[in-house]
């Protein structure tokens, strides 16, 4: 197997995972990406004002039952124990999120049991609903009325700028309610979070004799002549010079403040109400609970539709997108010696262990086309 020249577009989870299992078979990488920092969007760096590491492009919590993830990120930084504890603000009170019997009784004004709160819940749910299509009918479902237009009707409506009952019912994949006083946000077996930082870890990940790093760099199409094999993490329209429209994505906006003390009491705290006109306020040194801060920094979080020059973070995958992706997925299948990776590439929204975890995958099937002198598919996970 001769060595390989590869270009990877992106320095995330994705390039930086690929570059570096790639560059440990001994083919010579290098990677760029537009931005003047490595990480992508979980890049975080200290503040000048207070010190505390601020997730520049919002938090990001890591969380995996993959322990092959798991042990991978550990190899590349010091995984500190940490548990999401969410809260909303909702008419006026601080519950508990996701809803559990703490927040179903402190809502209701009850001292429920958990199988009481079980008869409870399904007693305001709306049984006259068998099928549900729409994120409202779910919701209305399974929870009732009051819960739904409490934690969620306002919240989605902001974060996702339209109507729940013009989102489909799979967004609201299960009941979000647990019957006992369990408040951590995930279920996941494995939690925590980098003790230096993801900008340091994804350092290492790249800290390979075999890779380059060049920042500030745009991808141009030519660049392909010279390489074996280009893994590009970019957007997919982008790529195609968004000839056929933009796929639709939203976007965030951060309103950073400083504090002296504590703000919130807590590192998420969502405001579920639609007159409130962010979504949530995170205070970033409650990321860092090992560390101790003085100052606090903290972000108010504003979600709307991404424009030409936002940074795009939430696919919409919505009727008409899903109609646009087909026709880029189509151009694509057609390329030869490219791999479209990450959540950009395939416009799919991914948690950092899933990118990670089909990052490895990537890497693995490039040196097994290797090996078998196969081809590379274009994708290497199903997009449509």
Known sequence: ??????????????????????????????????????????????DAQTDVM??????????????????YVNQHANMMPYVNRVKATVNGQVFSLPINLHTINQFFGTTCSPDEAKALITEKGDDSIQDPKTFEEQALRFIGK????AFFKGYTIKQWGMQPSELPASILKRL?????YDDNYFNHKFQGMPELGYTKMIESIVDHENITVELECI??????????????SGPLDAFYSYQYGRLGYRTLDFEKFTYQ???????????????VPYTRITEHKYFSPWESHEGSVCYKEYSRACGEDDIPYYPIRQLGEMALLEKYVSLAEKENNITFVGRLGTYRYLDMDVTIAEALNTADAYLSSLRKDSV?????????
């Not at 570096?20 to 931005?35: S, V, W, Y």
């Not at 601020?54 to 042990?71: A, L, Q, R």
């Not at 979000?176 to 006992?180: E, L, S, T």
């Not at 590379?376 to 449509?384: A, D, E, G, Y």
Request: include cysteine; charged fraction near 25%.
């Open 219 to 232: 991808f141009n199409e030519s660049d392909r002549d010279t390489y074996d094999h280009v893994f590009y």
């Open 376 to 384: 590379m598919p274009v994708f290497t996970v199903s997009v449509r």
């Open 146 to 149: 009051e819960l739904y237009e």
């Open 54 to 71: 601020v997730h520049v492009y919002g938090p990001h919590i890591f969380h995996t039952d993959n322990k092959v993830v798991w042990d």
């Open 1 to 46: 197997m001769n060595d390989k020249k590869i270009l990877i577009v992106g320095a995330g989870f994705s390039g930086a995972v690929i570059a570096r299992q790639l560059a440990e078979e001994g083919h010579t990488i290098k990677i760029i990406d537009q931005r003047a920092h490595i990480g992508g969007n979980s890049y975080d760096a200290r």
């Open 261 to 275: 003390g504590d703000y919130q009491g807590c590192a998420v705290m969502n405001y579920c109400s639609v007159d």
């Open 176 to 180: 979000p309610v647990r019957f006992n």
